[in-house]
């Protein structure tokens, strides 16, 4: 989403703002639906989070929106794959954790990817399903996370490879 805002004139930029507002609040929206509440509870929700403080306090800094934005896509794609646990769904995740992980500061997508992977865990430890089912949505939430990581390898090992040449230079 960065890669785009910054490719087009400044002239556009607001749009890509809203659009941020708009992507959060449409993707509660799905992600409430899916949890069978009402539609207007899921509006409304939509509605809150979009005018939350993480936009409407800090909508000038992209590396927080863009994370925040990406909370409900997360959290709706994870549901998807916990309810119907085809491979699509795992796909969808897959791509949805690589778009995190694209977010570029590494505490906006760890917090996110956190949170993702904390709602998954209560929703398996909640479920009244066997234990062997329990084991089967982990490893589809570990497959979906792996192949997020190939998808985002290209990013992610320059900042891998920064890291640790900085705890090697600091340790000397």
Same mark, same amino acid.
């Given at each position: ?24 609040? =449409?993707?509660?929206? +799905? #992600? ?11 509006? %409304? *929700? @939509?509605?809150? &989070? ?46 949805? =954790?690589?778009?995190? +992980? #694209? ?11 956190? %949170? *993702? @992977?904390?709602? &998954? ?52």
């Amino acid at each position: 989403f960065q890669i785009l805002k910054d490719i087009f004139p400044t002239k556009t930029w607001d749009f890509f703002i809203l659009a941020q507002f708009w992507i959060a609040g =449409f993707f509660t929206y +799905l #992600f409430l639906r899916l949890l069978k509440l009402s539609p207007i509870s899921s509006f %409304l *929700g @939509g509605l809150f &989070f979009m005018f939350s403080g993480s936009f409407t306090w800090y909508w000038a800094n992209e590396q927080m929106t863009n994370a925040a934005m990406l909370i409900p896509v997360l959290l709706w794609a994870l549901e998807r794959l916990f309810q119907n646990k085809r491979a699509k769904d795992i796909v969808l995740s897959a791509f949805i =954790f690589a778009f995190v +992980l #694209f977010v570029g500061n590494p505490g906006g997508f760890i917090f996110t990817l956190l %949170l *993702g @992977g904390v709602y &998954f865990i209560f929703r398996v430890i909640t479920a009244k399903t066997r234990t062997a089912q329990k084991a089967r949505y982990c490893l589809l939430l570990l497959l979906a996370f792996i192949l997020a990581l190939e998808l985002a390898a290209f990013q992610i090992l320059p900042f891998v490879e920064s890291l640790s040449s900085r705890l090697m230079h600091h340790n000397r």
